[in-house]
Nanobody
């Protein structure tokens, strides 16, 4: 079971980034809730966004609501995090996670995690 994140890089405040999370090694995202978390320098890991197994429900942290969008493509085994109007406080390592339910993912109890991708936002 393996999740691989990509798309992180240095971006200016106000810019946009698109993060991708792909399940590999024969693993699938279909049937699972998928989420994104982040951990900034000197901070605890925090919830960012989650999407239900069928894409029918999404939830976001207050700090990113209205700026970030989570989406999934089960056929491509991929979850996307579209990040717009980036702020310096969005600087963090972003992690993808797979869990049994939206609540399971939001609680940070997901069973499968990626290694993370670094996002740095300059002011």
């Amino acid at each position: 079971e393996r999740l691989v994140e990509s798309g992180g890089r240095l971006e200016q405040a106000g810019g946009s980034l698109r993060l991708s999370c792909v399940a590999s090694g024969g693993d699938l995202i279909e049937g699972y809730a998928m989420g994104w978390f982040r951990q900034g320098p000197g901070k605890e890991r925090e919830f960012v966004a989650v999407i239900a197994w069928n894409g029918g429900m999404t939830q976001y942290a207050d700090s990113v609501n209205g700026r970030f969008t989570i989406a999934r493509d089960n056929a491509k085994n991929t979850v996307i995090l579209q990040m717009n109007n980036l702020k310096p406080e969005d600087t963090a390592v972003y992690y993808c996670a797979r869990g049994f339910s939206v609540a399971n993912v939001k609680e940070g109890a997901a069973a499968v995690w990626g290694q993370g991708t670094q996002v740095t936002v300059s002011s």
